[in-house]
């Protein structure tokens, strides 16, 4: 590849997601509704929490966290994607291609983590239930929190900076509506080969590590739902586990679709699961918390019973 090939690029331009341009507004106005419904969604979720006292519990503490999470992880892409609809304007600046894929990861992985964390809460809930509150006390969730945060930082920090030293062909076009890191590196006229190690390991190791604590929680539950089985303790544990069960599949099965089985034949099908796993599953996490979970139901009518009062 010649020098002059080879360049500091101070823009991308972002295709987007593939439609007639007759159809650009109604797109625009259904991304626009899902969005606002997954902040506006979270939120409630954070406000009641922290509003009731009845959630002051390790689980609702994590799940706050995780609907914070949410909120930021569709707020990397979703605006940016909004307002190149609207405007028709496609590029992205290098700083803000970078930035994007630091916080897609850092997000990500947050994302990840914290259903680790929210999985183990469970185990001790269900498996030592009588020493529940010795065990999660308030300094070792605080612990498993920004536990978390770190680790997602350096991972997320970690591929940033090796994508920083890349240069990139005159080719400045990525087919998606968002910079993705193994797009970059294809569009790089320069070496990926300690890139793609860091993608195998680091990025495997973030996803392998927390999938297995799941599966270690929830093997540990199962067992021991078996050795005492009994009408009360099925439903104990159909109902302390099934919101967050739901949420690990949707989860993780668009995390599996995007990234280890990805259509190479078709990218209009990587788009489409990357939007699923993006902006749809964080905003169907408010609804599974809230439609499968009585604490949240109770804390919203008390929450509406006192806004009521205060208006009259």
């Known amino acids: 590849m010649r020098p002059e ?10 295709l ?9 507004a109604m797109y625009f106005s259904v991304f626009l509704g899902m969005y606002l419904t997954t902040v506006l969604g979270n939120l409630l979720i954070i406000l009641l929490i922290r509003l009731d006292s009845h959630l002051h519990t390790p689980m609702y503490f994590f799940l706050s966290h995780l609907a ?3 909120v930021s992880f569709s707020s990397v892409t979703v605006p940016k ?46 498996c030592h239930c009588l020493h529940y509150t010795t065990i999660m006390r308030g300094e070792l969730c605080v612990f498993l929190v920004i536990g978390s945060w770190i680790l997602s930082c350096a991972i997320a920090l970690s591929h940033t900076l090796f994508l920083v030293p890349l240069s990139f062909c005159d080719n400045r076009t990525i087919p998606h509506f968002l910079c993705d890191l193994a797009v970059l ?7 990926t080969s300690l890139n793609e190690l860091a993608i195998f390991t680091i990025g495997g190791m973030a996803t392998i590590l927390p999938l297995n604590g799941i599966l270690f929680s ?56 990357s939007f699923v796993y993006m902006v749809v599953t964080p905003m169907l996490n408010p609804f599974i918390y809230s439609l499968k979970n009585k604490d949240m139901k109770r804390a919203l009518g008390r929450l509406i019973k006192s806004v009521n009062s205060s208006c009259k």
Do not use: W
């Open 185 to 191: 590196l294809r569009l790089s006229c320069s070496d």
């Open 5 to 14: 090939n080879r360049s500091r690029v101070s823009e991308f331009l972002l």
């Open 68 to 70: 914070f999470t949410d």
């Open 16 to 24: 987007g997601i593939p439609m007639q341009p007759e159809h650009r």
């Open 218 to 273: 929830y093997v540990r539950i199962g067992i021991s739902i078996l050795r005492a089985p009994s009408t009360k303790g099925l439903y104990k544990a159909l109902s302390t586990c099934g919101s967050h069960l739901s949420v690990i599949l949707i989860f993780y099965g668009t995390i599996f679709g995007l990234y280890f089985f990805p259509s190479s034949s078709n990218s209009n099908n990587n788009i489409i699961a």
């Open 81 to 126: 994607m909004l307002m190149n609809m609207q405007t028709q304007c496609q590029s992205i600046s290098y700083m803000g291609c970078l930035s994007q894929v630091y916080f897609l990861i850092f997000f990500g992985c947050l994302d990840s983590f914290l259903l680790t964390v929210m999985a183990y809460d469970r185990y001790v809930a269900i």
